[in-house]
């Protein structure tokens, strides 16, 4: 069973800084792409930024400049590193891999944590 923990979220003014993490855990023979998504309440689940298991990344444009996704591959872990957050960045932030499990690959997602960002 493959298990995706994430940790970090908070309530935080804006301007203020957070640092998401994700670690995979289980029978993993190997995770190709690991992303971040966030849902605010009321609107679709939206693709904040991923990264290739080659380290190639890409964001959204609300989020570039501000957001930094990285990943250590020995720790299965995956991270977002948020600078200057502002109120519409407040949303149940998940994690997102692609595993492979033997010769099949599955898509988890994490449980998602808060982030609240306020005025």
């Known amino acids: 069973q493959v298990q995706l923990v994430e940790s970090g979220g908070g309530l935080v003014q804006a301007g203020g800084s957070l640092r998401l993490s994700c670690a995979a855990s289980g029978s993993i023979f190997s995770i190709n792409a690991m992303g971040w998504y966030r849902q605010a309440p009321g609107k679709q689940r939206e693709l904040v930024a991923f990264?290739?298991?080659?380290?190639?990344?890409n964001y959204a444009s609300s989020v570039k400049g501000r957001f930094t996704i990285s990943r250590d591959n020995a720790k299965n872990t995956v991270y977002l590193q948020m600078n200057n957050l502002k109120p519409e960045d407040t949303a149940v932030y998940y994690c997102?891999?692609?595993?492979?499990?033997?010769?099949?690959?599955?898509?988890?997602w994490g449980q998602g944590t808060q982030v609240t960002v306020s005025s």
């Open positions: 990264i290739t298991a080659g380290g190639s990344t």
């Open positions: 997102n891999a692609d595993i492979w499990i033997a010769t099949n690959e599955y898509d988890y």
